[in-house]
């Protein structure tokens, strides 16, 4: 008989894996997460609307319709490495309802019938945790920027505490919007980004910064109205950009200094921008901050849910399914976070 080698012994005995089900908007994701944090894999799938933005209804039911066949993917995953699968967690908000219910509803299924621990993730939370598990950062203030959030944060004695935030439409929101009026599909933030490069003008659009806190609504507003006067597109865009990640790099620099945290990592969809990152780096150099981001899974993705599973499962509590019902509009800041500053890497 061949024998097996000491590597792969050793192996077998870490090959403890959760699962992680992301599904609050246009993505429908599960990851595949080891206890130990050394493998963690993404499988989604983007719903993308011909037309306009997202509609719950028909995003709910793209994520119902190709569920079967990503968490097969998932579970081969596992079981190609002879793995164990101990945990699972999925996106209980914020959201989009009908999205969340359908991640809910296979999870509860898995959890039931395999007889396995079932865990509900706050979304940004699960931003954040991958940011610093890819990164590296310990304790950050976070810029958390995506379709849903616009807010800066910091881990405070348990809780991810809000040092400020949007007053009415993400980041994330104002571009999809515009870009929407312009003609484009969501999400649109890599093609405003493209497009603002092709363009140096600039026209002026509102500015509103209220202490920590921010508003884009107004942006949006005269955008549009600046288009339907015939502004062209790549203005509008570089324009938006300017004054938006101005209006957020001014409020951050502003936490760091009340917080006097010494990294910042910015985490969500929007931390793809170049320009932003740049912006957000320029403070950082001037008040000898470390600034951290990560190339890879910024978007939605159920990664980011599997390894916050991971963290769940080492130090909080399961859910009963009873106690699973989706939170559409859960805060992060009433989050707690047991593993607070005892995270492992």
């Known amino acids: 008989m061949k024998k097996t080698p000491k590597s792969d012994k050793k192996v077998a005995v870490l090959l403890k894996y959760v699962l992680g089900i992301e599904a609050t908007a246009h993505t429908f994701g599960v990851g595949v997460a080891s206890i130990d944090g050394s493998d963690i894999v993404d499988f989604s799938h983007q719903y993308i609307p011909e037309k306009g933005g997202i509609h719950p209804r028909e995003a709910s039911e793209h994520h119902s319709?190709?569920?079967p066949e990503i968490l097969k993917k998932a579970i081969d995953y596992i079981k190609e490495r002879g793995g164990d699968l101990v945990a699972i967690g999925f996106s209980q908000g914020p959201?989009?309802?009908?999205?969340?219910?359908?991640?809910?509803?296979?999870?509860?299924a898995i959890a039931s019938y395999l007889d396995i621990p079932l865990f509900g993730i706050h979304h940004g939370v699960a931003h954040i945790e991958i940011g610093k598990k890819l990164t590296g950062a310990k304790d950050p203030l976070v810029v958390l920027v995506s379709g849903g959030h616009t807010m800066i944060v910091a881990l405070e004695k348990g809780y991810y505490r809000v040092f400020g935030e949007t007053l009415d439409i993400s980041i994330g929101n104002l571009i999809d919007m515009f870009m929407r009026a312009a003609g484009y599909p969501s999400p649109a933030g890599a093609l405003c980004e493209k497009l603002a490069r092709e363009s140096s003008d600039f026209v002026e659009l509102p500015y509103i910064v209220k202490g920590t806190d921010l508003s884009f609504s107004g942006i949006l507003t005269q955008a549009i109205k600046l288009l339907r006067k015939g502004v062209p597109v790549h203005t509008l865009c570089r324009s938006i950009q300017?004054?938006?990640f101005a209006m957020l790099t001014e409020v951050t620099e502003r936490a760091l200094v009340h917080t006097r945290k010494r990294e910042l990592l910015i985490v969500g969809g929007v931390?793809?921008?170049?320009?932003l990152r740049e912006m957000l780096e320029n403070i950082c150099k001037e008040h000898n901050v470390t600034f951290y981001w990560s190339k890879k899974w910024n978007g939605d993705n159920g990664a980011m849910i599997a390894w916050t599973t991971v963290l769940a499962y080492k130090y909080g509590k399961p859910l009963r399914i009873e106690e699973s019902l989706v939170k559409p509009l859960w805060r992060i800041d009433r989050v707690f976070i047991p593993w607070g500053s005892d995270q492992t890497s």
């Open 65 to 67: 319709k190709v569920a």
């Open 95 to 108: 959201g989009l309802g009908p999205c969340l219910r359908v991640g809910a509803t296979v999870a509860r």
């Open 242 to 244: 300017e004054v938006a």
């Open 271 to 275: 931390a793809a921008n170049k320009r």
